[in-house]
Each structure stands twice: as structure tokens, then as C-alpha cells.
């Protein structure tokens, strides 16, 4: 992300971590040069030491998530179980970016807050609950960023979260995602503020408008909660 933007997802890290040691919680610290799939199959392996685990709950560093986040996945007893964040794709040239809630379904990416519970093709692993028996059977590397390239020459990508998804889903083991579970993403702004709030599509690069949701949310005299 730009500068901003990760310095606001270190600092809420940073303090994450100082309150977690406060709390005598158990630390792990990874390679500054770690790609965020290194620090989740981390995570894994070092979860699947533990026998007397059962879930693995993933939350980024720039996700918010609500106080009952966790008893809902729980209670939902799901293989994967995921709560869903606003999101930004960009392209290239004019075409607005979009937002969109990091839940694909078979229509495609929700364009919005949904209610109930969902079947997925793929979510966001920035809040995702994981039963151990699905990270047992889908194997090291858990998480990755596989690149395609197709007959014409045209470079394509696939995220980590969601080839984790399509590879569990082979195993026999579905994703679902929870709409009572919305979740906070930070970056210029908190992402969730736009959703429900902006009238047109995010800017493209160079916009002369409001930069963030924040200021647009000012502009139009509504609060961000």
C-alpha cells in the first residue's frame, strides 16, 4: 500500500502487540522480508504443533473486527467461517476503482453488506476461522499466490485467500461467510465508511476530489460509525 497506508497498519500492529504482551499472551515474530503467505503458513505450522488446538482464527493487522466476531464463526461450527471487509480494486487508465466486500459467491464479489449466511467460492482470509482438519488436509503451503499465464500471453494471479479456499473446497471442506460479521479495513481511511455512505465509484489515481472516505463523508455531512 502507500506510505500512509502502512504506516497506519504498523502503528495499529505495533499496538496490538504491546497490548497482547501486556495481556502474557504467547508472541511469534517472523522476517522483516516474510511475504504475508510466509507469516500465514507460519502461523499454521506453528498452530498444528499444538494438538490440542482445534481452530486457527485469522485477523490482520489492518482489520477491525467487533467484540462478538469470534462467537459468531464459532457458533456457526463451519469448516471455514469468514466475516466480511470493504476492499479496493484498481486498474489501469480511466476505469474507476471499486469497492467491494472481500465474500465471491458464484455472481461474483459483494458490491455491498450482505445479511445471513453464505455460501463462498472465496473471503478474505483477514477474519477467517479454520478448522484444523481443513489446514490438515490441504497441506504445506497452506497459503500462496499462484500466477497463470494463458495461451495469448496475458499474466493473470490468483490471491492467497482465495486459492486457499478453492483448494479447501477440493478437499471437501466449504467456505462461509457471515453478514453479521463486518469488519473494518484500514488504509488511507477505514474502508467500511464508504460502504453505504459514497454515491459513485472510488477515484482513480490523480482524482481532484475527496481523497479518503473520511473527506468525503465530510463533504456530505455524514459521520463515519
Known sequence: GAPDEDQMALSAACSLARKMELCDYEMARVRDNYSAPSCRNKAVADFLKRPDFTHLWFVDDDVTVQPDALSILMSADKPIA?????????????????????VQVEEGWFRGWFDGEVKAKGAGTGCMLIKRDVLEAVG??????????NGNGEHSE????????????????????????????????????????????????????????????????????
Open 140 to 149: 504445506f503451503p497452506w497459503f500462496r499466490w499462484p500466477e497463470f499465464m
Open 82 to 102: 469468514a466475516g466480511g471487509y470493504p476492499q479496493v480494486r484498481h486498474f489501469k487508465g480511466e476505469r474507476p476503482s471499486e469497492l467491494y466486500i472481500t
Open 158 to 225: 490468483l490471491s492467497d485467500d482465495v486459492d486457499f479456499c478453492e483448494r479447501a473446497r477440493q478437499k471437501g471442506f466449504d467456505t462461509y461467510a457471515y453478514g453479521r460479521v463486518r469488519c473494518g479495513h484500514l488504509k488511507m481511511s477505514d474502508l467500511a465508511c464508504w460502504i453505504g455512505h459514497a454515491k459513485d465509484p472510488l477515484p482513480v489515481s490523480g482524482w481532484d476530489g475527496p481523497k479518503t472516505a473520511t473527506e468525503q463523508l465530510k463533504r456530505e455531512g455524514k459521520p463515519c460509525k
